[in-house]
Nanobody, 121 residues
Framework: QVQLVESGGGLVQPGGSLRLSCAAS????????MGWYRQAPGKQRELVAR???????NYADSVKGRFTISRDNAKNTVYLQMNSLKPEDTAVYYC???????????????WGQGTQVTVSS
């Protein structure tokens, strides 16, 4: 099995910053793309940012210029640096990863359990 564990969420004032981390572990042969999604109450889950194994990134328009996704391939970890946070960024943030496992040799997407980010004064 593959486990993704997020950390770094919390309560922050508007204009503040948070850094989320997501570490993948388990039956991993290789990890392709990794990403962050979020889901606010009453809304659908949406892509926030994604990064390929080669470092190519893409962002939702709503976070461009404020959020930065990065990854440490040696640690199987993806990060999301969130600056200039707004109340509308409040959501549960989930990481996911496109993983090829060792045994069986299959490829699938895996999700973390989510971490709450609340932006409020």
């Amino acid at each position: 099995q593959v486990q993704l564990v997020e950390s770094g969420g919390g309560l922050v004032q508007p204009g503040g910053s948070l850094r989320l981390s997501c570490a993948a572990s388990g039956n991993i042969f290789s990890i392709f793309a990794m990403g962050w999604y979020r889901q606010a109450p009453g809304k659908q889950r949406e892509l926030v940012a994604r990064i390929t194994s080669g470092g190519t990134t893409n962002y939702a328009d709503s976070v461009k210029g404020r959020f930065t996704i990065s990854r440490d391939n040696a640690k199987n970890t993806v990060y999301l640096q969130m600056n200039s946070l707004k109340p509308e960024d409040t959501a549960v943030y989930y990481c996911n990863a496109d993983v090829r496992t060792v045994v069986p040799a299959t490829r699938d997407w895996y999700w973390g359990q989510g971490t709450q980010v609340t932006v409020s004064s």
